[in-house]
C-alpha cells in the first residue's frame, strides 16, 4: 500500500487516520503491519464503501484538502470499488534496533548460514557477499551506480538488498545505503576488522525530504537534524534542490526532537 511521505508523517503525528483507495479487492488485512519511511503503521479497519456516502470529516481524516479533492483524487479507475482504510501509527521499525545490535559468533554462524540459502536459491546466482560488499565499499552510492558496478539490473538489486536489510545487516539511507553494524560484523568475520570512515554523526536526514534536497545538503556538508538548526528556511529554500515540501519534512522532523530551524 503506498502512501506518500506527507501522509506518513501526519500519521505518525495522529493528524491522518484514514485512507481511501480503489481496489478490485482488499489489498490489506486489519491488525497487518506496514513497513514505512515513518516507522510502523497498523491497518485498524478495511471496508468498502459507497462513494456517495463519502463526508467532509472523512476527506479531513485521510488529509485531503476537501470532499471534492477525495473525491476527485477516487475518480480514476472507476470499474473498482472504493475501501476505506484505517490506520495508525505503531512504533518504530523492529530492524533498526536489530540493525545496531552486534551478532554472537553463533548468531554470526546463523546468519551466514541464511546467506548462503539466498544465493541457492537465486537464480542468477551467489549474490549476498558481493552486494555486501560493494554497499560496504561505497555507501551513500545511488543504487543504479551500485547495481551496474555488479553488473545487475537495478531493480532486482533493490530487491535482494531488501532482503539484506530484513535481516539487520543494511540500511536504506536518502541516497544509497550503508552496512549496519550488525551487517559490517557478518562481513568481517574471520577476518580483520576493516578500516571504515567513521559513522555520521547525530541524528540522520529523513528519507522522505527526497535524494535532491539530501544531494544539496550534503554539498554544504549538512549531514544531521541537529546540523540543520544552523540554517533559517529561507536559507535552506536557497539552495537548489531543496524545495517547500523538503523543508516541511524537514521542520517536522526537527519538531520530532523538540529542535527547528535558526530563527531570522
Do not use: C, N
Request: proline share 8%.
Amino acid at each position: 500500500m503506498m502512501i506518500r511521505p506527507a501522509e506518513l508523517s501526519a500519521i505518525k503525528r495522529g493528524e491522518i487516520d484514514l485512507a481511501f483507495r480503489r481496489w478490485d479487492r482488499p489489498r490489506v488485512k486489519v491488525g497487518s503491519r506496514l513497513r514505512t519511511a515513518v516507522g510502523l503503521l497498523e491497518v485498524t479497519s478495511v471496508e468498502q464503501v459507497a462513494l456517495s456516502s463519502l463526508r467532509a470529516e472523512d476527506a479531513h481524516r485521510a488529509g485531503a484538502a476537501s470532499l471534492a479533492g477525495l473525491k476527485e483524487a477516487l475518480a480514476h479507475r472507476t470499474d473498482r470499488p472504493v475501501f476505506r482504510v484505517g490506520l495508525q501509527y505503531a512504533g518504530a521499525d523492529p530492524r533498526e534496533a536489530l540493525r545496531e545490535s552486534v551478532p554472537t559468533p553463533a548468531e554470526i554462524e546463523s546468519i551466514l548460514a541464511s546467506l548462503d540459502r539466498l544465493d541457492h536459491a537465486s537464480p542468477h546466482g551467489p549474490w549476498t557477499r558481493a552486494t555486501l560488499e560493494v554497499i560496504d565499499r561505497s555507501p551513500e552510492v545511488r543504487a543504479p551506480d551500485l547495481a551496474a558496478e555488479l553488473g545487475r539490473d537495478t531493480p532486482d538489486f533493490k530487491r535482494d538488498v531488501r532482503k539484506l536489510k530484513e535481516k539487520g545487516l543494511t540500511e536504506s539511507l536518502a541516497i544509497g545505503y550503508r552496512l549496519s553494524p550488525r551487517g559490517e560484523a557478518v562481513l568481517d568475520h574471520g577476518r580483520p576488522p576493516r578500516a571504515r570512515a567513521p559513522r555520521p554523526e547525530g541524528t540522520p536526514l529523513p528519507r522522505t525530504i527526497g535524494a535532491p534536497a539530501t544531494g544539496a545538503l550534503r554539498v554544504v556538508e549538512v549531514t544531521s537534524l541537529e546540523q540543520v538548526t544552523a540554517w533559517t528556511e529561507a536559507e535552506l529554500l536557497a539552495l537548489h534542490g531543496v524545495g517547500p515540501v523538503a523543508v516541511t519534512r524537514l521542520g517536522e522532523a526537527l519538531a520530532e526532537r523538540g529542535l527547528g530551524f535558526r530563527e531570522d
